[in-house]
């Protein structure tokens, strides 16, 4: 007996900011370790300066992001496709891959939408109505 491996889900983010219409961003979901981490991430205080600790987590945060990253349509300042790959994450600013993440996270953590109601009463469906002709005279009589 084999077993079940189940393949990760792809998503297609949608941005409802003016300023990212037109970006497309498909990311695949995440292990649950790699989801604690971000939560872990966006719950790190800002008020002390950063330890070697924090930096280590914000680069394997950006890196965790790599790894899902299937693809984007962003393009560098030279018209050139930027690879959605660590190396090109790494040329965004950070806000923006920020922007990016968050929209991710909400997307791996929100509930399926319920699914559509069936019947409202609960009966059988109608039968479409059979096409009733007169029948001809018989010659037989």
Do not use: C, H
């Amino acid at each position: 007996m084999s077993g079940y491996v189940r393949k990760r889900r792809v998503y297609r983010l949608r941005f409802e900011d003016e300023e990212l219409e037109g970006l497309v961003v498909k990311v695949r979901s995440t292990s649950v370790g790699g989801l604690l981490e971000f939560m872990g991430f966006l719950a790190m205080g800002t008020d002390d300066e950063p330890t070697a600790e924090d930096v280590a987590k914000v680069t394997a945060l950006f890196e965790g992001f790599a790894e899902v990253l299937v693809e984007w349509n962003v393009e560098g300042e030279d018209g050139q496709p930027v690879p959605a790959t660590l190396e090109g994450v790494r040329t965004q600013d950070a806000d923006f891959v920020m922007d990016i993440m968050r929209v991710w996270f909400q997307a791996v953590t929100q509930p399926p939408a319920p699914l559509p109601a069936t019947s409202s009463a609960g009966g059988p469906s109608a039968v479409p109505p059979l096409p009733m002709e007169p029948l001809s005279p018989s010659r037989a009589s």
